[in-house]
């Protein structure tokens, strides 16, 4: 015997839910797989944009500084700030070349390309060091920074 508040539900009615269920979880799956898939494929057409834009002001001889490097210069062996050095982007390189100075504790910061190339550290009395800085084109991302602390070593 079967209670009064219970009511059967038959074979095909049940079945019938389950597949309208199973149903919505796919949808749902497949929606989000189509969200990641376009997401991913907008930030790579994002990137590669960027990466045309770069290249194309690079031909153009009218490269905007994206990069930032910061940091400081100090005497090698007193470890005192050099006031005043002066930081280039090295003139071997490819145009166009920036120029920062250091302040009066040492500290610079220079506006670069973020293209890897070098940067020229001096000072009056002190030797001039080269030093590396960038992206090479696969790391590239168009606006970053970097920081380092240069040490000079007196003549």
Known sequence: MVPDDFQSVSFGEEETADLRRQYVRQAIRALAAFALLFFFVFLAFSWSGAAVRFGASRVSDRGTPTWTVTGSVRDANTHQPIPWAKIDDDPAGQAPFFHA???????F???????????????????????GIGRVWFLWMPRGGE??????FPE
């Open 101 to 107: 100075e250091a302040n009066l504790a040492g500290q």
């Open 109 to 131: 910061e220079l506006l670069t390309l973020s293209e890897s190339h070098r940067m020229i550290v001096w000072a009056p009395g002190y030797r001039t060091q080269k030093i």
């Open 147 to 152: 920081k380092h602390d240069v040490e000079l």
